[in-house]
């Protein structure tokens, strides 16, 4: 259908997969028991259902099912993460290390601990978004009790080095947390092989439905403790509270187990798509220039700055296009990304830049088509404010 909308902000959220949503119907209706109800078939076949949903996020990260940790999402697992480790390691002029590139859903806790007393250091990443270990490095001191750097960023899509910050981590006995959520199902993500502590997943970035994340919390070498962040009930090791979600659970254990089937492959086809795009836009739109990693990149992600054309107007005037400015969790405020402003960008580059986030349902025909939509719209601003920022 010609004038269909094309949706390329797959780093917001995903469209759940059909084989998702079919496996997530049965608990909604027929088996709709509480998972913690120990006495009755109901309860028991939810209980099975959460287990074997939580085997399959295990499996897909390569950790032990018992270091699953389910959540309301990531956000709640960023803030048991940060706040949790933090808390649990509190002393005189304890101190916390982070990039200032973060997700708001890890630099908001941050904040959070430096009202409590922490101390925390925001790194700054390179001009192509990325946060070395040797920076991570530079930034501990013998009193820092926490790192927190994202495996891959949400704007620019930039991949960090998350095994050798381990390594540095893990060397100083510090615990290691970072936000995996972009790049859970996307790129290879062995929470034991890399060394990690603690890792943040979400289902709706992968095909599955909003409202169920999950907390990997290393059981062995070191065995991680966390203080609890919310109170009322002993579930999930007592580290979070209240009934669990069984439906959306069983939904992200299926999203996780098609991830590990076809995770690979589905990559390799979206970065082709993702580069396409890249061309007919470099082919189309005069002054553009990319931001992020040219290479330790997302499979599916396009951020671009184009000079003389003000994102908010290039999206009003493509409309069939769904694409964003930033981060959707920050798309109410006015202020530009901060994301790009670390990265070296002026507020008015800013401003003129677009993600673009490709996904599971993207077609050829959808990226030739956004592209031409983007491409006309960039001339109608530029014709509209003749000599505003132009190349």
Request: net charge neutral.
């Amino acid at each position: 259908m010609a004038n269909r909308p094309i949706y390329l902000d797959y780093h917001a959220t995903t469209p759940v997969d059909p084989r998702v949503f079919e496996a997530m119907r049965p608990y909604f209706t027929e088996h709709f028991g509480n998972a913690a109800s120990r006495s009755h078939s109901f309860g028991w076949r939810a209980e099975a259902a959460v287990t074997a949903a939580r085997e399959a996020v295990a499996r897909l990260v390569g950790a032990n099912p018992r270091e699953i940790v389910f959540t309301s999402g990531a956000t709640e697992a960023n803030n048991l993460a940060v706040l949790g480790a933090a808390r649990a390691r509190q002393a005189p002029g304890a101190h916390v290390v982070t990039s200032a590139i973060e997700h708001r859903a890890v630099l908001d806790p941050c904040r959070r601990l430096e009202a409590e007393g922490f101390s925390v250091s925001y790194v700054p990443p390179d001009a192509h978004g990325l946060t070395s270990a040797a920076a991570v490095a530079g930034a501990i001191t013998p009193e820092t009790v926490l790192v927190s750097v994202m495996a891959a960023n949400n704007e620019v899509g930039t991949l960090n080095p998350v095994g050798e910050i381990a390594r540095v981590c893990k060397e100083r006995g510090i615990v290691f947390h970072t936000d995996a959520v972009q790049a859970l199902g996307k790129i290879p993500l062995d929470v034991h092989g890399l060394g990690l502590d603690l890792v943040s997943l979400s289902a709706h970035k992968l095909c599955g439905p909003k409202g169920v994340g999950a907390l990997f919390v290393r059981a062995v070498n070191p065995r991680v403790r966390l203080d609890p962040v919310l109170f009322g009930g002993g579930h999930e090791r007592g580290l979070r509270p209240g009934t669990l979600d069984v439906p959306g659970i069983v939904g992200f254990g299926a999203a996780a187990d098609i991830a590990h089937a076809e995770g690979e492959v589905e990559s390799q086809r979206v970065a082709k798509l993702r580069d396409r795009l890249w061309e007919r836009l470099l082919g189309s739109v005069d002054g553009i220039e990319r931001n992020g990693h040219p290479s330790l990149c997302l499979p599916g992600n396009l951020n671009v700055t184009i000079a003389g054309a003000p994102a908010d107007a290039v999206m009003s005037n493509a409309r069939d296009v769904a694409v964003s400015s930033g981060s959707a969790c920050t798309s109410a405020s006015a202020e530009p990304s901060h994301v790009l402003l670390a990265l070296g960008r002026t507020r008015q580059e800013a401003e003129a830049s677009i993600r673009f986030g490709l996904g599971r349902f993207t077609t050829e025909e959808e990226v030739d088509r956004a592209a031409g939509d983007i491409g006309r719209a960039v001339e109608k601003v530029r014709a509209e404010h003749p000599g505003k920022g132009r190349p």
